[in-house]
């Protein structure tokens, strides 16, 4: 599938804006840590607004006719991605909430704040795990219709959120303390989700291009795909990479994604060396590694209709 | 009624005359028009709702040449219809034929996703999805003779490979001709349940080349060899 660059930016940034707000009103609601001044909850609530807004801006860039973007709410009853459109805008309202209760209470928080706070955490979970289901929804792309799609979503949001508020409370002054223990447990649970979908996905699975014409027993060839230059379809769903490249990039993705932001957490909480300069470098590591594998997920999900044009299998 | 068309494998040629017809049809017809990008450049492209694609299916000499046009199989169970946001794709129910609202679509794609039979092609013009009507355009105009009241790719058809019909009526001829072929639809294992089906190639036995074989080896009389020999030579 085309791996565009607007999806991946949206995917990544709402996800992690998402996964950090989540995890601030876990972390701020239940006191994992030491206690977090107003200035520091503000700060890490106004960056995941401000990442889960990037997010869904960039979504529309995806949009060829955005015009008629407003009528994406219409089919929340059965559509996933309306369903992503309108949790996520039901999301903000209780999330602005929250900030105002916890700006306004100082240490004790009014209820009601507490309240907006735990209907947020739980819009913003059902939006990230609709943003998988958008994907694990479809049928014809079988590296995408599979449930840990939608878990590795949930997991990543979560982790890369991790990620953002450890660096937030190491940049307050803070020891992030039970946080980044907790983070580097997403971390590593991640990890393992995508090694396990990258083994699930490697197995041979899904139909023949026999199967696909509906001929079977003698083996089906393409003679003539009836179309001169690319079309729609070629430029949407040809994408590809060797299995080399796929190897490579599948490392990259697992060991800046997971493995290093993982030993720089632990490396943070032994508090040897100096925690600001391992902020950055976990934040950006994580980054970096998140990216690549959603750039990966997109082009290796591979569409039936290129069985129609030639491919053996998918 | 579940309206839909039925393709005799044995009978299509591959000729594309239905794509063109189709083509020439829908681009001034109500989800008109089908953009073409270059058309006189030097990789023209661009949206059609029928193609057909070749095949060879086993090898030669027990082989066949297989064409497949494929367009909207009109599915029970349209997953681009479900996944669609914003109610711009959508199925008819006194009909089954799916349409996109061409004012609702916001170009997404997600349809196009959908779909495992590569029924929709985004206009990148007009921004929007399209696809297939069945000709419902033509099919209920009643301005038109009725015998002309049929999807331009099945008027137009030399071999009269494609048939149009009620499949939800036992006596229909595409239902007659389905249970007499053993008609199938596409990879009913997705679960999509596709209205339009195919009826496989009659089975005849295999064209005989023993002879053919023979000749070529022909007997080894003089005039025979030197007849072989100049062959070679002028071939060099």
């Keep these: ?11 990544v940034s709402s996800g992690a804006g998402l996964g950090l707000f989540m995890l601030l009103v876990l972390v701020n609601g239940l006191g994992i840590g030491p206690a977090m001044a107003p200035g520091e909850v503000m700060a890490a609530g106004i960056l995941a607004l401000a990442l889960t807004v990037v997010g869904l801006v960039s979504s529309t860039l995806h949009l060829a006719n955005p015009r008629n973007a407003i009528k994406a709410f219409n089919r929340f009853r059965s559509s996933w991605l309306s369903r992503e459109g309108v949790l996520s805008l039901l999301f903000f309202p209780f ?5 105002v209760g916890v700006w306004s209470g100082g240490d004790a928080p009014p209820a009601w704040a507490q309240g907006a706070g735990i209907v947020a955490l739980l819009l913003a979970a059902a939006t990230v795990f609709s943003t998988g289901m958008i994907y694990a929804s479809l049928k014809p792309i079988r590296q995408w219709h599979n449930p840990l799609v939608p878990a590795g979503y949930l997991l990543m949001g979560l982790a890369t959120g991790g990620v953002l508020l450890s660096a937030v409370r190491v940049f307050g002054g803070a020891a992030p303390g039970p946080l980044t223990a907790l983070t580097a447990g997403l971390l590593l649970a991640g990890g393992l989700l995508k090694l396990i979908y990258y083994f699930w ?13 509906g001929f079977t ?13 690319g079309t729609f379809l070629t430029e949407e769903f040809g994408h590809a990479i060797g299995p080399r490249a796929s190897l490579v990039l599948r490392t990259f993705a697992l060991v800046a994604g997971f493995l290093v932001p993982l030993l720089l957490l632990i490396a943070l909480g032994s508090g040897d060396a100096s925690p600001m300069v391992l902020g950055v470098l976990v934040v950006l590591s994580a980054f970096a590694g998140v990216l690549v594998e ?16 030639g491919a053996q299998r998918t | 009624m579940r309206l839909g068309l039925m393709i005799d494998v044995d009978n299509c040629v591959g000729c594309h005359a239905c794509a063109v017809a189709c083509k020439s049809w829908n681009t001034s017809g109500t989800t008109g028009p089908l953009t073409d990008y270059m058309p006189h450049g030097e990789e023209p492209s661009g949206v059609w709702f029928n193609r057909i694609r070749h095949y060879e299916v086993g090898s030669y000499p027990d082989d066949n040449t297989v064409n497949l046009p494929m367009s909207c199989f009109h599915c029970k169970d349209a997953d681009c219809v479900t996944v669609c946001p914003t109610g711009a794709s959508w199925k008819r129910e006194e009909d089954g034929i799916v349409l996109v609202d061409q004012d609702k679509c916001m170009g997404c794609n997600l349809c196009a996703w959908a779909c495992p039979y590569g029924a929709r092609e985004l206009d990148r013009a007009s921004g929007t999805m399209k696809k297939c ?12 003779p009725p015998e002309e009241r049929l999807p331009a790719c099945v008027i137009v058809c030399p071999t009269h490979a494609r048939l149009f019909g009620d499949y939800d009526d036992p006596d229909s001829e595409v239902s007659r001709r389905s249970r007499e072929r053993n008609g199938y639809v596409m990879l009913p294992e997705l679960g999509y349940e596709p209205t339009n089906q195919y009826l496989p190639p009659r089975s005849r036995p295999a064209i005989p ?28």
């Design chain 1, 201 to 213: 996905i490697g197995r041979p699975a899904g139909p023949t291009l026999n199967a696909a014409i």
């Design chain 1, 217 to 229: 027993g003698r083996r089906a060839h393409l003679l003539d795909v009836g179309h001169g230059h």
């Design chain 1, 95 to 99: 999330a602005l909430a929250y900030l």
């Design chain 2, 209 to 236: 080349i023993d002879e053919l074989q023979a000749r070529r080896q022909g007997p080894s009389t003089l005039p025979e060899r030197l007849r072989r020999w100049v062959n070679r030579a002028i071939a060099r």
């Design chain 1, 294 to 309: 959603r750039w990966l997920f997109l082009v290796e999900g591979r569409h039936v209709v290129n069985l129609y044009h």
């Design chain 1, 1 to 11: 599938m085309k791996p565009a660059l607007s999806l991946i930016l949206f995917t």
């Design chain 2, 133 to 144: 009507t069945l000709c419902v355009d033509r099919i209920y105009d009643e301005a038109l």
